[in-house]
């Protein structure tokens, strides 16, 4: 079953377009990032899929159920950590997270259980009984997940978790949320940080002034977008560039004491260097093929034309 299915939003800001026709389609048990750059339209998005603010025009079911017109249901299966996520400064940690455990119709008991131990995860229990006035911002984020998680949605939807955080609370935020996926919650997250959708994302969306540019998995956003396409090799005397002569290869470009060989199929180009070696008796010192970057991708999917 789908967890979001969201199906040409629109969404205008007097002229602002703000979102232009945004299909989305998130799978069960997948942790979805959705990236791009200011102003792109993500926070707009998420707002329209968590039911806060109703499109122009499309649609958006939450596990089958239309966010729209029974958004109790959809929001019973979603916890929701806004942008700069709320918390209530005048409660401690403990009661700002037994309360929305309430609002979620949690039993006393449960409440109580839950509501420790997701503290405990997410490092706040020594301050647990301590006023949010006085946490830092990583803190009340942290609280503010605590309180989205407490009753083990199976959506958990997150925009922009670690903007501004320090590593300690960011590295919490991170587990956390790869804790919840595992224990069987889709995870709809929105980050500029590409690194942090890289390593946490087994697909990404990328947005760019109000409509979606690709969706893909991280890998294969990066494959798409890799023009960079070497061999990177090094041999154990100097050849010069004219032994690279080969069907496929487009150029040879000498990088201090390595060479690197461009060319559009590297597992051929790996293969022709192998027969190299052994026709010019050369020795391997070593040999790595280019690493793309999802930031390289991203760029490309961003820039302006
Ligand atoms: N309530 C609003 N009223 C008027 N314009 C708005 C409103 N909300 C968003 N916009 C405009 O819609 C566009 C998309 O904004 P949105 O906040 O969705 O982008 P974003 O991708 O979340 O950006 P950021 O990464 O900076 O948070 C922007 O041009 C923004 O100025």
Same mark, same amino acid.
């Given at each position: 079953?789908?967890?979001?299915?969201?199906?040409?939003?629109?969404?205008?800001?007097?002229?602002?377009?703000?979102?232009?026709?945004?299909?989305?389609?998130?799978?069960?048990?997948?942790?979805?990032?959705?990236?791009?750059?200011?102003?792109?339209?993500?926070?707009?998005?998420?707002?329209?899929?968590?039911?806060?603010?109703?499109?122009?025009?499309?649609?958006?079911?939450?596990?089958?159920?239309?966010?729209?017109?029974?958004?109790?249901?959809?929001?019973? !299966?979603?916890?929701?950590?806004?942008?700069?996520?709320?918390?209530?400064?005048?409660?401690?940690?403990?009661?700002?997270?037994?309360?929305?455990?309430?609002?979620?119709?949690?039993?006393?008991?449960?409440?109580?259980?839950?509501?420790?131990?997701?503290?405990?995860?997410?490092?706040?229990?020594?301050?647990?009984?301590?006023?949010?006035?006085?946490?830092?911002?990583?803190?009340?984020?942290?609280?503010? &997940?605590?309180?989205?998680?407490?009753?083990?949605?199976?959506?958990?939807?997150?925009?922009?978790?670690?903007?501004?955080?320090?590593?300690?609370?960011?590295?919490?935020?991170?587990?956390?949320?790869?804790?919840?996926?595992?224990?069987?919650?889709?995870?709809?997250?929105?980050?500029? !940080?590409?690194?942090?959708?890289?390593?946490?994302?087994?697909?990404?969306?990328?947005?760019?002034?109000?409509?979606?540019?690709?969706?893909?998995?991280?890998?294969?956003?990066?494959?798409?977008?890799?023009?960079?396409?070497?061999?990177?090799?090094?041999?154990?005397? !100097?050849?010069?560039?004219?032994?690279?002569?080969?069907?496929?290869?487009?150029?040879?470009?000498?990088?201090?004491?390595?060479?690197?060989?461009?060319?559009?199929?590297?597992?051929?180009?790996?293969?022709?260097?192998?027969?190299?070696?052994?026709?010019?008796?050369?020795?391997?010192?070593? &040999?790595?093929?280019?690493?793309?970057?999802?930031?390289?991708?991203?760029?490309?999917?961003?820039?302006?034309?």
């Amino acid at each position: 079953m789908n967890a979001v299915l969201a199906e040409n939003l629109v969404k205008s800001f007097g002229d602002v377009r703000a979102v232009d026709n945004v299909s989305l389609t998130i799978k069960e048990g997948e942790i979805f990032g959705f990236l791009g750059p200011n102003g792109a339209g993500k926070t707009t998005t998420i707002r329209m899929i968590t039911g806060v603010l109703i499109p122009d025009f499309g649609d958006v079911k939450i596990f089958g159920t239309d966010i729209h017109k029974d958004p109790i249901t959809s929001k019973l !299966n979603m916890g929701i950590i806004p942008e700069n996520g709320t918390v209530y400064a005048d409660l401690t940690a403990l009661q700002n997270v037994l309360l929305t455990a309430k609002f979620y119709g949690m039993k006393k008991n449960e409440r109580e259980m839950r509501a420790n131990e997701v503290l405990e995860n997410l490092g706040l229990s020594e301050r647990k009984n301590s006023l949010v006035r006085s946490f830092s911002k990583g803190m009340r984020q942290r609280v503010a &997940i605590a309180a989205a998680i407490v009753h083990s949605p199976k959506l958990l939807i997150l925009d922009e978790p670690t903007t501004g955080l320090d590593v300690y609370s960011r590295r919490l935020v991170i587990d956390t949320v790869r804790e919840m996926n595992s224990k069987a919650s889709t995870i709809l997250l929105t980050t500029h !940080n590409i690194e942090e959708a890289n390593a946490l994302c087994s697909k990404v969306a990328v947005i760019n002034k109000g409509k979606i540019a690709a969706v893909e998995s991280p890998e294969k956003l990066k494959k798409t977008f890799d023009t960079s396409g070497y061999v990177e090799v090094s041999f154990d005397r !100097n050849v010069s560039e004219e032994v690279f002569s080969y069907q496929g290869i487009e150029k040879a470009e000498k990088w201090g004491d390595k060479w690197r060989i461009y060319s559009d199929d590297p597992d051929r180009t790996v293969k022709f260097l192998s027969a190299l070696a052994e026709r010019e008796k050369l020795k391997f010192v070593g &040999i790595s093929t280019s690493n793309p970057s999802l930031e390289e991708a991203f760029v490309k999917l961003t820039e302006e034309d």
